[in-house]
């Protein structure tokens, strides 16, 4: 069994800051990489950030550049979202993601999904 704990999302102010936290279970965690997606109602899910096996390589969807920033703990088997500078287009329901390869999450998909979290970005 695998899961996808997702926390950290909630209500703030444009400008403000938010850090997602995704805890991984059932899975080799240090041999995966992880991502965040991210869904607005009526829109298709968009790629916003990957993370490779070793914490090395990450990328990131233009539109969150300079703002947010991935990370991960292979001890804690946890991978972090640093989101900053937060803007209203920002607002959608944010879903960790697990794959045996990081260019899959880029392309837009993923073995394993975790439930969503929702980050609102609003005064």
């Known amino acids: 069994q695998v899961l996808l704990q997702e926390s950290g999302g909630g209500l703030v102010q444009p400008g403000g800051s938010l850090r997602l936290s995704c805890l991984a279970s059932?899975?080799?965690?240090?041999?995966?990489?992880m991502g965040w997606f991210r869904q607005v109602s009526g829109k298709k899910r968009e790629f916003v950030a990957a993370i490779d096996w070793s914490g090395r390589n990450t990328y990131y969807v233009g539109s969150v550049k300079g703002r947010f920033t991935i990370s991960r703990d292979n001890a804690k088997n946890t991978v972090f979202l640093q989101m900053n500078s937060l803007k209203p287009e920002d607002t959608a329901v944010y879903y960790c993601?697990?794959?045996?390869?990081?260019?899959?999450?880029?392309?837009?998909?993923?073995?394993?999904w975790g439930q969503g979290t929702q980050v609102t970005v609003s005064s």
């Open positions: 993601a697990a794959d045996s390869h990081s260019g899959n999450i880029v392309a837009g998909r993923s073995t394993y």
């Open positions: 059932g899975i080799f965690f240090s041999g995966n990489a």
